[in-house]
């Protein structure tokens, strides 16, 4: 409801209460002309006593009539009604509102200031109906509640806040000492939180009112203004950092911007997306009547660093919005400095990233098998490798060996291994005197950290056939009788060969 339109209802409001004691002051003279008339009769003794106790009677109804509606009307509040509220962004990136509020109370000409003081037997009408000034006036902004998103368009999704009727303006409370009327008045809040609308709190006069408020966009050099509360991230190489953005304009017509992300190396490739579809996008429409849209903006990083994208080393680059017009001045791929990019008044924000290497493991052995009898153990050589992209701290091997069995490694933890980076590792695996015959597996894993956090571990499994120990002596009176046997045969066959 515009501020017109509150006062004409105002004023319709006052009218009428107006009127009524007009009607109230026409039927109040006429009880009492008619009770003077029944009084003459009274006394020429032409009308009863009842008859003059009925009109007196009726007279008395029409003065209160008459007081009931003059109340009613010197009751009426003054009318504070919303003139403009103007969202804007200062120089450090604080959220603004200038409001400003009018008094619009309606007020009676000096022909009906004159109507009303001159009736007989009446009181007089206190000057303040006239003039409708309005004293000690404190106005405040609170939040509107959980809303959709605002200006209804752009994928936006259904956000969380503080209840309705939550503060969010600074200073908390402003006062105003007086406002006479048709004067307006302009007061600054700072946003507490970033809204789209909000609820004018005006207490005055003993009454608190309240107005919804959409609030609007300041006209400012860039056609739109891009924020983002998520201005540096971390991600690692190989993964990706999705930024949100928020877009607001002043104007409510409808238009088309380009969307570009400007001095990113090329390994690390870009993508506008719509929240909700998850679309790609190069360019983002405002409907008519839409103000504010909501876009992300992902980035995907290689595998490996280099020259350009280096670990822990800040990658700063700026999201830009763009009418056709400015396109072409941000067409060449090149790198772009911080005045080329304000001095054409795009929508922009500065963001910043930081590549984090991944650490990785890897444990190699020329065999992952052995066989060995009752009684002895196994001894063989691990190759451990740093494969990822940031050192690794603290490297040991640890495993899970059959109950009884004991495993040993050399040397128990390796410091540091830097990337690419190998180191021989021994693996002793001693099993029980008494194990029984049979395949056992041993599960060796790793442990380590880089940049103070866990390396993913990788388990290999080792596996051991346990043969039983053969007997020596018998195996050596087998082979002598064998020996004997084959011995005698060939005597024998001398023998008969010489006869």
């Given at each position: 409801?515009?501020?017109g339109s509150l006062a004409q209802e105002g004023a319709g409001d006052e009218q009428s209460r107006f009127l009524q004691v007009r009607r109230s002051q026409i039927d109040l003279k006429e009880a009492r002309s008619r009770l003077t008339r029944t009084q003459e009769l009274f006394h020429q003794g032409l009308v009863p006593k009842t008859e003059l106790e009925q009109v007196e009677s009726t007279v008395q109804k029409m003065q209160l009539a008459y007081q009931e509606?003059?109340?009613?009307?010197?009751?009426?509040?003054?009318?504070?009604?919303?003139?403009?509220?103007?969202?804007?962004?200062?120089p450090d990136g604080r959220k603004l509102v200038r409001l400003t509020v009018i008094n619009l109370s309606p007020t009676f000409d000096d022909s009906q200031f004159r109507l009303l003081n001159n009736f007989e037997?009446?009181?007089?009408?206190?000057?303040?109906?006239?003039?409708?000034?309005?004293?000690?006036?404190?106005?405040s902004l609170k939040d509107p509640g959980a809303t959709g998103s605002g200006g209804g368009g752009g994928g936006g999704s259904a956000a969380s806040g503080p209840p309705r009727g939550t503060t969010i303006g600074l200073p908390y409370e402003v006062h105003i000492p007086d406002l006479a009327y048709g004067q307006s008045r302009t007061l600054e809040f700072e946003l507490l939180r970033?809204?789209?609308?909000?609820?004018?709190?005006?207490?005055y006069k003993g009454q608190q009112r309240e107005t919804d408020v959409q609030l609007q966009?300041?006209?400012?050099?860039?056609?739109?203004?891009?924020?983002s509360t998520q201005i540096s991230q971390e991600a690692d190489l190989a993964g990706t950092a999705t930024f949100d953005l928020r877009l607001e304009r002043s104007t409510v017509d409808s238009r088309s911007f380009q969307l570009r992300a400007l001095n990113l190396p090329r390994q690390v490739s870009a993508s506008f997306l719509d929240p909700g579809t998850q679309a790609r996008l190069s360019q983002i429409n405002f409907p008519a009547g839409v103000t504010q849209q909501t876009l992300s903006l992902r980035l995907f990083l290689p595998e490996r660093g280099d020259a350009q994208v280096q670990v822990d080393r800040p990658l700063v680059f700026w999201a830009v919005v763009m009418s056709p017009e400015q396109a072409p001045a941000f067409a060449q791929d090149r790198p772009y400095t911080d005045e080329d990019i304000r001095e054409h008044h795009v929508g922009q924000v500065r963001l910043e990233l930081i590549p984090r290497g991944v650490g990785k493991i890897e444990v190699a052995a020329s065999s992952l098998y052995s066989e060995i009898v009752r009684g002895a153990q196994v001894s063989t050589r691990l190759t451990v490798r740093n494969t990822g992209t940031?050192?690794?701290?603290?490297?040991?091997?640890?495993?899970?060996?059959?109950?009884?069995?004991?495993?040993?490694?050399v040397p128990?933890?390796?410091?540091?291994?830097?990337?690419?980076?190998?180191?021989?590792?021994?693996?002793?695996?001693?099993?029980p005197d008494d194990v029984a015959v049979?395949?056992?597996?041993?599960?060796?894993?790793?442990?380590?950290?880089?940049?103070?956090?866990?390396?993913?571990?990788?388990?290999k499994i080792y596996r051991v056939s346990v043969a039983a120990k053969s007997n020596v002596w018998a195996t050596l009176g087998i082979v002598s009788t064998l020996l004997g046997l084959v011995g005698g045969v060939v005597f024998a066959g001398v023998k008969l060969t010489r006869r």
């Open positions: 409801m515009t501020a509606a003059l109340l009613s009307l010197l009751s009426l509040q003054p009318r504070l009604s919303v003139k403009s509220a103007v969202k804007l962004q200062s037997g009446a009181d007089p009408i206190p000057p303040a109906l006239r003039t409708r000034d309005v004293h000690d006036v404190f106005v970033d809204v789209s609308s909000v609820v004018v709190a005006a207490s966009q300041a006209d400012t050099a860039n056609a739109v203004t891009l924020t940031r050192r690794l701290d603290n490297v040991q091997l640890v495993a899970e060996p059959p109950f009884n069995w004991r495993v040993e490694f128990p933890v390796i410091p540091a291994l830097d990337l690419n980076q190998e180191r021989p590792v021994e693996l002793h695996i001693l099993p049979g395949d056992y597996e041993v599960r060796v894993k790793t442990e380590s950290s880089a940049y103070n956090r866990k390396v993913p571990t990788e388990e």
